[in-house]
């Protein structure tokens, strides 16, 4: 009865690769979000999404792409990995419509390039 | 820049002892979120303060916003080693845009 998922919890892989974080809330919320948390543990957004709709890029580099397919699904593609992607990366998802609103964190994807 | 300044950045405690983390930001915090985070594992959501002077408690950890909404402090009495772990601060300061930002971060160690 995991509320948020995310597949899988470890990657590793070789730099200029492409790979792909899976994400899945169970919690019927309207509102998901991808947030990396870098080696000295600032936790930034990166985008969020509104039943399928794009809300919030953060500047984040167009080599990560987020794919949701459905409501309760929000995966991150990441193309030609570089050295900086090296991170935490953190799904969530909220109520929309809710002021003020709780984010329910998914346990991270510990992303590690070579 | 950060949004949100967590002091201090690391902190080591006698089991027992009482502990203050401090949450600064220069803009009004319209919520203010606290999570606790251990290793290789997602957030924990601890608390949610949202009103000015608002004040709550969980367990032996209480939280406060003060009455400007710019500052929080979380205060854990008689600490145990489970408080061991990564406090987040984490704030919606553009007022319902569903955005959170955090701080940096307190990382908490609890010795015997």
């Known amino acids: 009865d995991t509320a948020v998922s995310q597949t899988p919890k470890y990657l590793v892989t070789q730099m200029g690769n492409d790979k792909s974080i899976k994400c899945e809330q169970n919690?019927?919320?309207?509102?998901m979000y991808w947030y990396k948390q870098d080696s000295k543990k600032f936790l930034k957004i990166m985008f969020s999404?509104?039943?399928?709709?794009?809300?919030i890029n953060e500047t984040v580099p167009n080599r990560f792409s987020p794919k949701s397919p459905d409501k309760a699904h929000l995966n991150l593609h990441i193309n030609s990995l570089e050295l900086g992607d090296s991170a935490v990366y953190f799904c969530?998802?909220?109520?929309?419509?809710?002021?003020?609103?709780?984010?329910?964190f998914g346990p991270g994807t510990r992303l590690t390039g070579t | 820049s950060q949004e949100l300044e967590q002091s201090p950045q690391s902190l080591i405690v006698q089991e027992g002892k009482n502990l203050t983390i401090n949450c600064t930001s220069s803009?009004?915090?319209?919520?203010l979120y606290w999570y606790k985070q251990k290793y290789g594992e997602g957030l924990i959501f601890l608390m949610m303060?949202?009103?000015?002077?608002e004040e709550k408690s969980h367990e032996k950890i209480t939280a406060k916003l003060d009455e400007k909404k710019q500052q929080s402090s979380l205060h854990i009495t008689a600490s145990q080693p489970s408080h061991a772990g990564i406090y987040l601060c984490?704030?919606?300061?553009?007022?319902?845009?569903?955005?959170?930002?955090f701080g940096q971060g307190t990382r908490l160690t609890i010795n015997p």
């Open positions: 969530a998802s909220s109520q929309a419509g809710q002021v003020p609103y709780e984010q329910y």
């Open positions: 919690l019927g919320h309207d509102t």
């Open positions: 999404y509104n039943n399928k709709e794009l809300i």
């Open positions: 803009k009004t915090l319209y919520g």
């Open positions: 303060l949202q009103k000015g002077g």
């Open positions: 984490g704030a919606d300061i553009s007022a319902g845009a569903q955005k959170l930002v």
